[in-house]
């Protein structure tokens, strides 16, 4: 039996299977705990199931000797020094392919959203100001028909691909890995009405989204993120919407995260922002639960975990 913390109160019937086989250990705060917090709480443990809300780095790792195996609650890891992990020895798990229809869902959803001003909208009528039929009122942007660009066209990244062409979009793809539909960035921002972001946060996509990539977009266009906040500079998207070189946008993720009531990005017009709920859904948030615990499980026992990273 081995000691293992879970960073978060979960719901989820996975961790029975968890409690069954070892002993586990909840932070019971609705926040994440944190750096100091996690350290101590983590101090002894063999397995961690950890959120993209914990810093999994080198300090937590150095002040967890006994620690063999994380398993993120999610498919990115950039909250993870994987490098460092490999180098101890610790086996790192994620929870591709579970989330991947339900993050293209929320992509989608933030497209029409943005597009058709359906929040804004509604709140008009919250706020009773629904005064009549408008002709020339609410106007938006089509989405049916439009250019659609998929930046980081992996698993979720081809899902919204799928939803735009069920829309008779155009799809134009952009990304590291080769492919015979791939164009150039630039291209790719130049002739798109709608940008989604499906790239994981690296070194090399850490503020890919800036000034220029901004002002190469049409002034019609509009920027989706459901991936990672840092791949796009928030003060150039600022600038961007409050200048009008892109129409609006549309994020789930945002740097910092969470973004505070009062920063000064929620001012700009046009613009969408809902807390990082990319793959919350009950079925989703149940699978990859499952699967960390899997993940867990497997490396507790001396086994390959059935979702390794790297
Ligand atoms: C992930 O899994 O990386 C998402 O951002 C959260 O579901």
Known sequence: MARCVI??????????????????????????????????????????????????DRELIDACPSLRAVANLAVGTDNIDLAYA????????????????????????LILAVARRVVESADSVRGGEWWTWEPAGWLGHDVHGATLGIIGPGLIGEAVARRGAG?????????????????????????????SLHCPLTEETRGLIDERALMAMKQSAILVNTARGEVVDSSALRRALESGWIAGAGLDVTDPEPLPGYDPLLGAPNLTVVPHIGSASHATRGRMAA???????AALAGEPMPSPVG
Do not use: Y
């Open 291 to 297: 699967m960390a615990v899997d993940n867990l499980l």
């Open 167 to 195: 829309f008779g979009m155009r799809i134009l793809r952009s990304g590291r890995s080769p492919g015979p539909d791939r164009v150039p960035l630039g291209e790719l921002l130049a002739e798109s009405d709608f940008v």
């Open 86 to 109: 490999r180098e101890r020895g610790i086996a790192v798990g994620n929870t591709p392919g579970v989330l991947t229809e339900t993050t293209a869902d929320l992509a989608f959803a």
């Open 7 to 56: 960073t978060r109160k979960l719901p989820f019937d996975a961790l029975e299977r968890l409690r069954s086989a070892h002993e586990v250990v909840a932070w019971r705060g609705a926040l994440p705990p944190e750096p100091a917090e996690l350290r101590e709480l983590a101090r002894d443990a063999e397995g961690i199931l950890a959120m993209l809300t914990d810093a999994i």
